[in-house]
């Protein structure tokens, strides 16, 4: 029987675009050169961290 090919796992396989605002741009290439990387890697590890849970974006009240 021939081999079955499968398809390499695609790591980045969304595309996504976003408009910020000019400030929001200067603080990530500022983020990004401090750190030695690009602007799109800020973004990715934002967006993993938020995904995560280490940045939560809705602060939802505990009940009592």
């Known amino acids: 029987?021939?081999?079955?090919k499968?398809?390499?796992?695609?790591t980045a396989g969304h595309r996504l675009s976003v408009s910020l605002t000019e400030e929001q741009h200067?603080?990530?290439?500022?983020?990004?050169?401090?750190?030695r990387v690009?602007?799109?890697w800020v973004v990715r590890e934002a967006i993993e961290r938020l995904l995560q849970g280490d940045m939560?974006?809705?602060h939802i009240r505990q009940p009592r």
Not at 1 to 4: G, I, Q
Not at 6 to 10: F, L, S
């Open 26 to 35: 200067v603080q990530l290439a500022a983020i990004a050169r401090t750190n």
């Open 6 to 10: 499968t398809k390499p796992q695609d």
């Open 56 to 58: 939560p974006l809705f």
């Open 38 to 40: 690009s602007i799109a």
């Open 1 to 4: 029987m021939p081999a079955t």
